[in-house]
């Protein structure tokens, strides 16, 4: 089945510094992928969406100058988190659409962001 | 606006029985998926059951099936003899459209606790 690699799964940064996480589709091209964000015991919230050759998407309330997205291959999206701060520490997640239908979601594992 | 409501924020079930987690959804559009997926305290998103709208018949998977009520605007997520493995966070989401760039919003989770 489809698959989307995300990494990494866990990283601890200083505040101040970046972050870049990726998401690989390894078997499907992904014109459009997805990043969201899940702060701890609460819902995923869809941050931006991302196109191939294009500029991302951002949801309302997301800083398109913090949260950069750059989507420059059918198969990688990755999200930089730019100047990070502790309130920036939360899980990220992506979501490609896989070409199975309207069903056809896959999602990366994840990535745990930690800022110190 | 789209929305998606899961008013049960953990459940309790003993082991073997069957369980319904709620969820309702609001949309103006007529073209939309429903998805059901199961959160483990991995992070991983793991997809259960899908529904379309124009879909008639209700969804089953196995073990899960989707009690769509079109009218009522609900999809219920129903999981037949529960078993210990099912304790996770259960997400209800909407897929808004049918196109390659359609997102799926989220509803904010139940916490389901699976009692031996």
């Known amino acids: 089945g489809a698959v989307v690699s995300q990494h990494p799964s866990r990283v601890i940064c200083k505040s101040g510094t970046s972050v870049k996480i990726e998401c690989r589709s390894l078997?499907?091209?992904?014109?459009?992928m997805f990043w969201y964000r899940q702060f701890p015991k609460q819902s995923l919230m869809l941050m931006a969406t991302?196109?191939?050759?294009?500029?991302?998407?951002?949801e309302q309330g997301v800083e398109k100058d913090k949260f950069l997205i750059n989507h420059a291959s059918l198969t990688l999206s990755t999200l930089t988190v730019t100047s990070a701060h502790p309130e920036d520490s939360s899980f990220y997640i992506c979501?490609?659409?896989?070409?199975?239908?309207?069903?056809?979601?896959?999602f990366g594992s994840g990535t745990r962001l930690t800022v110190v | 606006a789209q929305k998606i409501t899961q008013t049960q924020p953990g459940m309790f079930v003993q082991e073997k029985e069957a369980v319904t987690l709620d969820c309702t959804y609001d949309?103006?559009?007529?073209?939309?998926?429903l998805f059901w997926y199961k959160q483990p305290s991995s992070g991983e998103m793991i997809f259960l059951i899908y529904?379309?709208?124009?879909?008639?018949q209700n969804a089953t998977e196995g073990r899960y099936s989707l009690n769509f009520q079109k009218a009522r605007k609900s999809a219920n997520l129903v999981i037949s003899a529960s078993q210990l493995g099912d304790s996770a966070m259960y997400f209800c989401?909407?897929?808004?459209?049918?196109?390659?760039?359609?997102?799926?919003?989220f509803g904010s989770g139940t916490r389901l606790s699976i009692r031996p």
């Open positions: 979501s490609a659409r896989s070409g199975q239908g309207a069903r056809g979601y896959t």
């Open positions: 078997d499907f091209q992904a014109t459009t």
């Open positions: 991302s196109n191939e050759g294009s500029k991302a998407t951002y």
């Open positions: 989401a909407m897929s808004l459209g049918y196109s390659s760039a359609s997102k799926i919003i």
């Open positions: 949309t103006s559009d007529q073209s939309y998926g």
């Open positions: 529904q379309g709208s124009y879909d008639e």
